[in-house]
Nanobody, 120 residues
Framework: VQLQASGGGLVQPGGSLRLSCAAS????????MGWYRQDPGKQRELVAA???????NYADSVKGRFTFSRDNAKNTVYLQMNSLKPEDTAVYFC???????????????WGQGTLVTVSS
Protein backbone atom coordinates (compact mmCIF):
# COMPACT_ATOMS: atom_id res chain seq x y z
CA VAL A 1 0.00 0.00 0.00
CA GLN A 2 1.24 3.45 -0.88
CA LEU A 3 -0.02 6.96 -0.34
CA GLN A 4 0.94 9.46 -3.01
CA ALA A 5 0.54 13.11 -2.12
CA SER A 6 0.68 15.94 -4.63
CA GLY A 7 -0.40 19.53 -5.18
CA GLY A 8 1.97 21.55 -3.07
CA GLY A 9 3.71 24.65 -4.34
CA LEU A 10 4.32 28.34 -3.90
CA VAL A 11 1.32 30.62 -3.55
CA GLN A 12 0.79 34.21 -2.50
CA PRO A 13 -1.08 35.05 0.70
CA GLY A 14 -4.80 34.85 0.05
CA GLY A 15 -4.32 32.30 -2.69
CA SER A 16 -5.50 28.71 -2.98
CA LEU A 17 -4.04 25.27 -3.49
CA ARG A 18 -5.54 21.81 -3.64
CA LEU A 19 -3.64 18.85 -2.26
CA SER A 20 -4.40 15.29 -3.34
CA CYS A 21 -3.55 12.01 -1.69
CA ALA A 22 -4.16 8.76 -3.53
CA ALA A 23 -3.97 5.36 -1.88
CA SER A 24 -2.91 2.45 -4.07
CA UNK A 25 -2.12 -1.21 -3.69
CA UNK A 26 -4.07 -3.93 -1.94
CA UNK A 27 -6.88 -2.09 -0.19
CA UNK A 28 -10.00 -3.58 1.33
CA UNK A 29 -11.07 -0.60 3.40
CA UNK A 30 -9.88 2.79 4.59
CA UNK A 31 -11.35 3.93 7.88
CA UNK A 32 -9.41 7.13 8.42
CA MET A 33 -7.55 9.59 6.27
CA GLY A 34 -5.97 12.79 7.43
CA TRP A 35 -3.66 15.62 6.50
CA TYR A 36 -0.89 16.69 8.85
CA ARG A 37 1.65 19.44 8.48
CA GLN A 38 5.04 20.09 9.94
CA ASP A 39 7.26 23.11 10.12
CA PRO A 40 10.97 22.56 10.70
CA GLY A 41 11.62 22.36 14.42
CA LYS A 42 7.96 21.89 15.25
CA GLN A 43 5.78 18.91 15.95
CA ARG A 44 3.64 17.46 13.23
CA GLU A 45 0.06 18.67 13.68
CA LEU A 46 -3.25 17.38 12.42
CA VAL A 47 -4.83 19.76 9.93
CA ALA A 48 -7.91 17.86 8.85
CA ALA A 49 -9.26 14.34 8.99
CA UNK A 50 -12.12 12.35 7.56
CA UNK A 51 -13.51 9.04 8.74
CA UNK A 52 -15.07 6.25 6.73
CA UNK A 53 -18.51 7.58 7.67
CA UNK A 54 -17.64 10.96 6.19
CA UNK A 55 -17.20 12.88 9.42
CA UNK A 56 -14.61 15.62 9.11
CA ASN A 57 -12.56 17.44 11.70
CA TYR A 58 -10.40 20.50 11.24
CA ALA A 59 -7.77 22.26 13.28
CA ASP A 60 -9.09 25.55 14.60
CA SER A 61 -6.44 27.41 12.62
CA VAL A 62 -7.85 26.22 9.29
CA LYS A 63 -11.60 26.07 9.95
CA GLY A 64 -13.54 27.99 7.34
CA ARG A 65 -10.55 28.07 4.97
CA PHE A 66 -9.72 24.42 4.29
CA THR A 67 -12.11 21.77 3.01
CA PHE A 68 -11.46 18.04 3.11
CA SER A 69 -13.21 15.84 0.56
CA ARG A 70 -12.82 12.32 -0.74
CA ASP A 71 -13.50 10.18 -3.78
CA ASN A 72 -14.07 6.67 -2.46
CA ALA A 73 -14.02 5.13 -5.91
CA LYS A 74 -10.50 6.45 -6.45
CA ASN A 75 -9.30 5.99 -2.85
CA THR A 76 -8.29 9.62 -3.03
CA VAL A 77 -8.75 12.52 -0.67
CA TYR A 78 -8.36 16.20 -1.35
CA LEU A 79 -7.58 19.22 0.78
CA GLN A 80 -8.80 22.45 -0.75
CA MET A 81 -6.92 25.27 0.91
CA ASN A 82 -8.25 28.80 0.44
CA SER A 83 -7.27 32.15 1.90
CA LEU A 84 -3.82 30.82 2.57
CA LYS A 85 -1.64 32.58 5.11
CA PRO A 86 2.14 32.59 5.55
CA GLU A 87 1.67 30.56 8.72
CA ASP A 88 0.21 27.75 6.61
CA THR A 89 3.66 27.22 5.16
CA ALA A 90 4.76 23.68 5.99
CA VAL A 91 5.33 20.23 4.60
CA TYR A 92 1.95 18.53 4.37
CA PHE A 93 1.63 14.77 4.85
CA CYS A 94 -1.31 12.48 4.26
CA UNK A 95 -2.02 9.61 6.60
CA UNK A 96 -4.42 6.69 6.47
CA UNK A 97 -5.55 3.62 8.36
CA UNK A 98 -5.95 0.86 5.80
CA UNK A 99 -7.07 -2.74 5.95
CA UNK A 100 -5.55 -4.64 3.04
CA UNK A 101 -7.82 -7.69 3.14
CA UNK A 102 -11.01 -8.94 4.70
CA UNK A 103 -10.39 -9.74 8.35
CA UNK A 104 -6.84 -8.53 8.15
CA UNK A 105 -5.17 -6.05 10.47
CA UNK A 106 -5.38 -2.30 10.04
CA UNK A 107 -2.10 -0.56 9.40
CA UNK A 108 -1.26 3.12 9.47
CA UNK A 109 0.47 4.61 6.44
CA TRP A 110 2.12 7.92 5.67
CA GLY A 111 2.57 9.52 2.30
CA GLN A 112 5.61 11.51 1.33
CA GLY A 113 5.33 15.16 2.19
CA THR A 114 4.40 17.92 -0.20
CA LEU A 115 5.71 21.41 0.48
CA VAL A 116 3.31 24.32 0.67
CA THR A 117 4.91 27.75 0.74
CA VAL A 118 2.77 30.85 1.24
CA SER A 119 4.80 33.93 0.51
CA SER A 120 4.65 37.15 -1.42
Amino acid sequence: VQLQASGGGLVQPGGSLRLSCAASGSIFSINFMGWYRQDPGKQRELVAAITSSGSTNYADSVKGRFTFSRDNAKNTVYLQMNSLKPEDTAVYFCNANIRARVGGPVYNYWGQGTLVTVSS
